[in-house]
């Protein structure tokens, strides 16, 4: 019986004396020092494991050779003449398979990687090594399915498939029914089974895109971008069939890059829908799409296109040579790609224009470019690029010249508030007063009359607000966002004026550098100039409007020592070359005679210097004036 | 290797020149040649120009004989000894130079825009912005100074036009000066301040051709000695002789006499980034001629590693001086005697040796591409 006493004892007996946890430990990752770096297949199996695998293989094999003696033996008790070309059969798969069983070959493909294999001729033996391949039982996406090919003798076969990743309506009509029910029809009475491959490719597959493949490497890379791998027992080789049927997003409006004017298409995940998208749009036959494979685990497609008869072959080598030299694991997006390809990673200045506009691909590739899309991503990028090229927009070319020039002068103005208005309002306000007319500094000194910081903290204040409210109007999910963001930035800027924390004059500085910087149309532009205005306000508040020449001045060098793919970064005026008046100022189309300089063209020539041959021809109506 | 500079064209080459002989506008030089030459200083500014004219078609001269660079061409005509003195007198030059720029430079940002700060860091910081200039290399120099070009001399020529109502045209006569004998003198004696007009010649390798070095070195000797002279005319005209002698810095003084009206005055200060722009790249470019030429001599394979130690070395001598008195005498002593005497003398000396060795027929004629 537990009196007032006992329980008070008891709980403070459970406060003050400590008593180890009922519960199992938590879980902490262990840091295994001791884990050997395995590096891009640089492992060796250890020799019991090799020993293991040889002798599961021969026992593969051997039960092979059972089943095909008791088939055989079953056949000839039957005494049936007709059983006798079958038997032929048989005996033959026999002695294709123990090729494989050869002291030498068993010993190779014990010590190989899994996926360095080659396709067995033994069905059992493929089934093993999709088995480790996939991780099977546990991974439940793969599917093999066993099927019987009716032949004389019937013939085992697998196909095997990424689940979500194959149209299983193509599935169904275009391999699995014809295989299953017309292929004995189609097959020749006197085939042999070297062609019984080639015979079901010709006669039963009616897929759009079959291939095959003899080792595990290509078997893999067409499984996991969603093809169908059929496996024959007795054939040492795969048979790969078109099924891609992965849900993709289809074609959709732009929306980085949208335009009043031009196409309203953009691309997509799918790597062959957006090189179609090009191909829809630049009808050529001189286009040319190399795909390249890139990560050593991912083997994620990478498609390089360019104009065969345009485009400068050194320039398309390098950038070849450059993807190839690509050794990494994981490929997950082009802005990494572009990295590690890039001539300044280090630079924030980007190096490539990044679009997601099939129509802005084309007009580059038309001028002797050279683009590159990553499968899985809905961008392209274009190279090589100059400075300039980002204060282009898609739709410049749908304007009128004077118009696109106006706008681009625009751009470049922005650019220029963005980068330098916050610096010189802080170099003016702390060294420079007298550059100002008396009555805006007078108006400058009220309004900060009451503020309690240095202009600096002010200006870092409202600078670090304004970030916050654009990062995190990007990261909420849709029309909330933008409304958060003008509501944030409204209801900040007002508060901390009234609060007396920061001059109204700051809150336009900012509210104007900030808005100036959305007007540069590339994304990557756009955020290298609001990096580096904030290493211009450390060298304002330093040193003035000394320290913005400074850095105005490194800036400027830094530009014209950096290389797009080889490319001057600040071409077509420095170095100075032909621009084709399509640099700050814009020419009339029917004026763009020439290609770019710079890229070094095929075919240096556009147009003719008429273009507008109507021009010189006399119209079919109307009355001549004399 | 990683000392060759790259290809460079006609603009580049122009750049490179004319920003070589541009800095000085703004610092004490228009004064001491008005000091100098009184009334006569803006044409006298364009009779020394032409001693650079006449270097120019010599070292064309010389390079299709002996092409190649400063030392490879000493080598070959002077020998190895030739090469190392005649190397060695570049590199005093171009170090010089720098030093003497910086300095004032660095006198010119206290004295107008900084006056708070120590006068060491100020140094430091034009050296360190200058050798980040040359670690980017000439190309980079060169053709971010092509680019900043326009501006610079529309910056200088706004300057020059707003200054419209204080124009006095009386103030220019007598337009001889002291006299043609004297002005012509003191023309040719300050010729050395156009040393930079040869700055080609050290790179004559990265350019595309003679033709390329000569009218590139023409061009931008011509605009140069063009924008000197029109400068100092309006500073006579503007100031006068007897207080246009007497400024220290005669861009500043005539930038803070600009009045449009109450909403555009006091512009001085905004024109700081023009001319610490111009001044930076001037001893960036300095710079880095001594250390190529270093690299050169010394047969070194890189040439950036050595950039830090000559800005170093640079921001050193340039704070020898005990003040700004001293070192606006020492420019003009240095400018008018040492570097006129190296501009006349290897001139001269490399002259003779390519006629006489192209005569004695043990050079034989390379051809070039504009042959």
Redesign the interface.
């Known amino acids: 019986m537990e009196t007032i006493f006992s329980k008070s004892f008891n709980n403070l007996k459970k406060m003050l004396v400590y008593t180890p946890s009922s519960t199992p430990p938590p879980f902490v990752l262990d840091d295994k020092s001791d884990k050997t770096h395995d590096q891009f297949g640089l492992h060796s199996k250890p020799a019991l494991e090799k020993t293991s695998e040889q002798l599961q293989m021969l026992l593969r094999q051997a039960k092979q050779v059972k089943e095909v003696l008791e088939t055989v033996s079953m056949k000839l008790k039957s005494d049936q003449v007709t059983n006798i070309p079958q038997i032929k059969a048989l005996l033959k798969k026999l002695s294709e398979s123990s090729a494989e069983v050869s002291p030498v070959r068993l010993a190779y493909d014990a010590a190989s990687l899994t996926e360095d294999r080659k396709v067995s001729a033994v069905l059992s033996e493929n089934f093993a090594i999709l088995e480790k391949l996939y991780k099977l039982p546990h991974n439940k996406d793969i599917v093999i399915r066993n099927l019987m090919l009716p032949l004389s003798p019937p013939v085992k076969a697998h196909i095997v498939f990424l689940d979500g990743m194959v149209d299983s309506k193509i599935l169904n009509l275009a391999i699995l029914q014809p295989l299953m029910f017309f292929s004995a029809d189609h097959m020749q009475a006197n085939s042999s089974k070297n062609n019984l491959t080639d015979q079901l490719i010709e006669a039963c597959l009616p897929a759009n895109q079959v291939n095959k493949a003899v080792d595990y490497k290509s078997v893999q890379h067409g499984i996991n971008s969603g093809d169908t791998a059929l496996f024959i027992d007795g054939i040492p080789e795969a048979v790969l069939i078109n099924t891609k049927g992965m849900v993709r997003r289809g074609v959709d409006k732009p929306m980085t890059e949208q335009t009043v004017r031009g196409s309203q298409a953009a691309f997509s995940e799918g790597l062959r829908i957006n090189t179609a998208l090009i191909r829809a749009t630049l009808k050529s036959s001189d286009l040319v799409t190399e795909i390249l494979s890139i990560g050593k685990r991912t083997n994620t497609s990478c498609a390089i296109m360019y104009i065969d008869s345009l485009a400068n072959p050194i320039l398309v080598a390098e950038i070849r040579r450059r993807l190839k030299g690509v050794t990494t694991d994981f490929m997950g997006d082009i802005g990494s790609l572009q990295q590690f390809i890039e001539d300044h990673p280090g630079n924030l200045f980007p190096q490539a224009l990044s679009t997601e506009r099939p129509d802005r691909v084309c007009v580059h590739l038309a001028e002797g470019r050279i683009a590159f899309i990553l499968d899985g991503i809905p961008f392209a990028h274009i190279v090589p690029v100059s400075f300039f090229t980002f204060f282009h927009s898609a739709e410049d070319f749908s304007f009128k010249a004077i118009a696109s020039t106006g706008l681009r002068i625009l751009r470049i103005v922005a650019a220029f508030i963005t980068l330098l208005l916050p610096s010189l309002y802080l170099a003016i306000n702390y060294f420079h007063q007298e550059a100002l007319p008396t009555e805006i500094t007078l108006a400058v000194a009220g309004a900060r009359e009451r503020v309690p910081f240095p202009a600096f903290i002010e200006i870092i204040l409202m600078e670090f607000s304004f970030e916050l409210i654009r990062e995190g109007g990007l990261r909420i999910p849709g029309i909330l966002g933008s409304t958060i963001g003008i509501v944030g930035a409204l209801i900040l800027g007002q508060a901390a004026v009234t609060a007396n924390i920061v001059s109204p004059i700051v809150v336009i500085i900012i509210a104007l550098a900030g808005l100036a910087s959305f007007a540069i149309p590339d994304f990557q532009m756009a955020l290298a100039f609001r990096t580096i205005r904030f290493l211009f306000l450390l060298l304002a508040a330093g040193l003035g409007l000394v320290g913005v020449a400074f850095g105005l001045l490194l800036l400027v060098l830094l530009l014209c020592s950096m290389k797009s793919f080889g490319v001057p970064y600040m071409i077509p005026i420095a170095p100075r070359v032909e621009g084709n008046l399509d640099v700050v100022v814009r020419g009339p189309v029917f004026h763009q005679e020439e290609r770019p300089d710079g890229l070094n063209t095929q075919d240096d020539m556009r147009q003719p210097a008429i273009s507008r041959e109507w021009k010189m021809e006399n119209p079919s109506g109307g009355s001549k004036k004399p | 290797m990683s000392y060759q500079t790259g290809r460079?064209?006609i603009?580049?080459g122009i750049a490179l020149v004319f920003i070589m002989l541009f800095p000085r506008i703004f610092l004490t030089a228009p004064a001491n040649a008005v000091a100098a030459s009184t009334t006569a200083a803006w044409w006298v500014v364009i009779v020394s120009g032409l001693p650079i004219f006449l270097a120019i078609f010599a070292w064309a001269y010389i390079l299709r004989q002996t092409p190649g660079d400063l030392f490879s061409v000493s080598e070959k005509l002077l020998g190895r000894a030739g090469a190392w003195l005649v190397t060695i007198t570049g590199i005093s030059v171009a170090f010089i130079d720098a030093a003497l720029i910086l300095r004032q430079f660095a006198e010119n940002?206290l004295l107008t825009?900084?006056p708070q700060?120590e006068f060491s860091f100020v140094v430091g910081?034009y050296a360190f912005?200058a050798a980040?200039?040359a670690i980017?290399?000439l190309?980079?120099?060169a053709?971010?100074t092509?680019?900043?070009l326009p501006m610079s001399i529309m910056g200088l020529i706004l300057v020059l036009l707003l200054l419209a109502p204080y124009y006095d045209i009386y103030n220019l006569t007598p337009w001889r000066g002291y006299g043609y004998v004297p002005s012509l003198q003191s023309g040719i004696h300050r010729s050395g301040i156009n040393i930079g007009g040869l700055i080609l010649v050290i790179f004559s390798p990265a350019m595309q051709n003679i033709k390329t070095f000569k009218w590139a070195s023409i061009f931008g000797v011509m605009l140069g000695t063009f924008i000197k002279a029109v400068s100092i005319l309006v500073f006579i005209m503007v100031f006068g002789v007897a207080t246009a002698s007497e400024k220290t810095l005669p861009f500043f003084e005539m930038a803070r006499l600009v009045y449009i009206n109450?909403?555009?005055?006091?512009?001085e200060?905004?024109f700081?980034?023009?001319w610490?722009?111009v001044g930076?790249?001037g001893i960036a470019l300095s710079l880095y001629v001594g250390t190529y030429l270093l690299t050169r001599l010394l047969k070194l394979p890189a040439l950036q590693p050595l950039i830090p130690l000559s800005a170093y070395i640079v921001a050193q001598l340039a704070m020898l001086p005990p003040d700004i008195a001293t070192v606006i005498r020492l420019d003009n002593f240095i400018v008018s005697n040492f570097f006129t005497l190296v501009l006349f003398i290897i001139t001269l000396l490399l002259l003779a040796a390519a006629i006489v060795k192209a005569k004695k027929g043990r050079l034989p004629h390379v051809p070039s591409f504009d042959d």
């Open positions: 460079m064209g603009a580049e940002t825009a900084l700060l910081w912005i980040l200039g980017l290399g190309e980079a120099l053709r971010g092509y680019l900043l109450r909403y555009f005055q006091r512009i200060a905004l700081i980034i023009l610490v722009i930076v790249l």
